[in-house]
């Protein structure tokens, strides 16, 4: 691969699943995954070795990772290793043959961007090991992000956490607040799933179900179409930290060469540099031997090292105080009898305020599709103000992330009962209808 040229490994990574320092057991339970795509770049250097780079996604809000959203992803890491690389950079692509991958609107956008050469699909859940170790990798720091006393909640803390507990590797990690994708009618490529490896150029496409078996069958330009490219809302124009991330290569841990020549004599522990020598050695025949331990069972040797140990501990020197010394504890105490006991839990019902804020959320995420977070519709009743600048809801009125679920589930079942009686009584009618019609033709 020479040096103008990239390979993109992609894959989408198992969701993540929020984690808190300090985590209740009602909280662990109908936890809802973060979605992040990982996409990992390998390119060669002007001295001949393979550096790489690791992109990660995080989305806010939950998606669909469908095959638009995931080109637009792409498109973005190829865009952000060309502003690093300032030479004219060509991609191959590399990833397994989910849905999302293998598809027409995928080729369709990258046949159109111009910027790729290839892209080949391996076999399912097989291939895709650099991503895979990222993922490991970026896991095992958050758990150690966490366990300093982090909760990691939402994406933006999820990119911190990167940010901040990643060693010796850095990542261009952007938070995804939101997507726009319009769907648009097109004629897929028909038998697309029997297909491989696809190579572009400007006469089109040319896909192999092996590689570089037969002459492959040509994909002409005009027979792919054009599909709308989705905007990925990202939360900040410049992420910080992001100029200072370039391709690097890992340091090779340099193994030290030991020209010396030892002793074949048994338990002989000399060493030496030179045949020369050894042959000298050999013939005065002076060997050094160790017999520390050779007539000592593993037993014997560690309780001697038990009784050295002890004999210099000074945990046996504490004084042993008499009885007589002892102080008693009062029997009488300032607490009310039943203090322990549990208290009765007094059921507070939302006010009007609270109701009108979460039915906006409510059929914000009808109106929309993706259903609010509950412990974001939490942190934002914090900051919400009223067009006057002051707070909408006081300390007290802010509603726990248990609360809130409560409430969409009891709208969503009315309007599933609205629906069903809206159903009920149009068919009611249409009944109805029907008879009369029936019998007007009778008579």
């Known amino acids: 691969m ?66 638009q959203v995931t080109a637009s992803i792409i498109q973005d890491v190829m865009d952000k290793i060309r502003e690093i690389n300032t030479n004219d950079i060509k991609f191959h692509v590399w990833s397994d043959n989910a849905g999302c991958y293998k598809s027409t609107e995928m080729l369709s956008f990258l046949f159109h961007s111009g910027l790729t050469l290839s892209y080949d699909f391996c076999e399912s859940q097989n291939g895709k090991g650099p991503c895979d170790r990222t993922a490991a990798t970026i896991k095992s720091s958050i758990r150690r992000y ?52 696809f190579t572009f150029s400007t006469h089109g496409i040319t896909a192999w179900k092996a590689y570089q078996v037969g002459t492959g069958k040509l994909i002409p330009s005009s027979d792919i179409p054009t599909v709308e490219k989705c905007i990925l809302n990202t939360s900040c124009s410049e992420i910080e930290g992001e100029i200072d991330v370039v391709f690097h290569q890992l340091p090779l841990k340099a193994e030290k060469e030991e020209n010396t020549i030892t002793c074949a004599n048994e338990g002989c522990t000399l060493s030496f540099s030179s045949f020369h020598e050894l042959s000298s050695h050999l013939m005065f025949g002076k060997c050094e031997f160790e017999f520390r331990c050779q007539f000592s069972n593993g037993c014997d040797i560690t309780k001697k090292t038990y009784i050295t140990k002890m004999s210099k501990s000074f945990s046996t020197n504490f004084q042993v105080s008499s009885a007589g010394l002892t102080v008693g504890i009062d029997d009488n105490s300032d607490l009310e009898l039943g203090w322990a006991l549990k208290e009765e839990r007094k059921n507070k019902r939302f006010n009007v305020n609270q109701k009108e804020y979460l039915t906006e959320k409510f059929n914000k995420g009808l109106k929309t599709g993706r259903k609010e977070d509950p412990f974001l519709v939490s942190e934002e009743m914090l900051t919400d103000r009223k067009e006057d600048g002051n707070r909408r809801f006081s300390y007290d009125e802010i509603l726990s992330v248990q609360q809130i679920p409560s409430f969409f589930s009891r709208m969503s079942r009315k309007n599933k009962s609205f629906d069903d009686s809206v159903d009920a009584s149009r068919e009611e009618t249409i009944t109805t209808i029907r008879r009369e019609l029936t019998a007007d033709e009778l008579n």
């Open 146 to 197: 966490v366990n300093q006393g982090h909760d990691v909640l939402t994406a933006q803390s999820m990119k911190k956490a990167i940010d901040k507990s990643s060693k010796n590797v850095k990542y261009i990690v952007r938070v995804i607040e939101g997507t726009e994708c319009r769907k648009t009618k097109y004629t897929a490529i028909p038998a697309i799933s029997t297909y491989s490896n």
């Open 2 to 67: 020479p040096s103008d040229e990239v390979l993109l490994v992609c894959d989408w990574a198992m969701k993540f699943l929020p984690r808190k320092f300090r985590e209740d057991q009602c909280d662990w339970f109908g936890k809802r995954g973060i979605p992040w795509h990982i996409s990992i770049a390998f390119c060669r250097k002007d001295d001949g070795s393979i550096g790489s780079l690791g992109f990660v996604h995080l989305f806010a809000t939950q998606i669909s990772q469908d095959s």
